[in-house]
Nanobody, 116 residues
Framework: QVQLVESGGGLVQAGGSLRLSCAAS????????VGWYRQAPGKQRDLVAP???????NYVDSVKGRFTISRDNAKNTMYLQMNSLKPEDTAVYYC??????????WGQGTQVTVSS
């Protein structure tokens, strides 16, 4: 059973930075696309940034130039570096593993709160 453990969330002032980490157990991480999602209160969970097994990345327009997703397959860990944070970035952030041949795996979520 794959487990994802997230860390790095917290409270930060607008303009500040946070780095989220997500460590995965098992062997599926290195052969799967992974990504970060977020869910603000009263809203649906949306994809923020995916990264393929080969390291290709993509970002939702609202975070382009501010967020950077990365992965370390040797450590079974993915990261989300978040800079120039805005109050509208406030949400619960979830890491995701998408194997493609079965249901996705999800982390437990970590709260990010950006104060104005």
């Amino acid at each position: 059973q794959v487990q994802l453990v997230e860390s790095g969330g917290g409270l930060v002032q607008a303009g500040g930075s946070l780095r989220l980490s997500c460590a995965a157990s098992g062997t599926i991480f290195s052969v799967s696309a992974v990504g970060w999602y977020r869910q603000a209160p009263g809203k649906q969970r949306d994809l923020v940034a995916p990264i393929t097994t080969g390291g290709s990345t993509n970002y939702v327009d609202s975070v382009k130039g501010r967020f950077t997703i990365s992965r370390d397959n040797a450590k079974n860990t993915m990261y989300l570096q978040m800079n120039s944070l805005k109050p509208e970035d406030t949400a619960v952030y979830y890491c995701n593993i998408a194997p493609g041949w079965r249901a996705d795996y999800w982390g437990q979520g970590t709260q990010v709160t950006v104060s104005s």
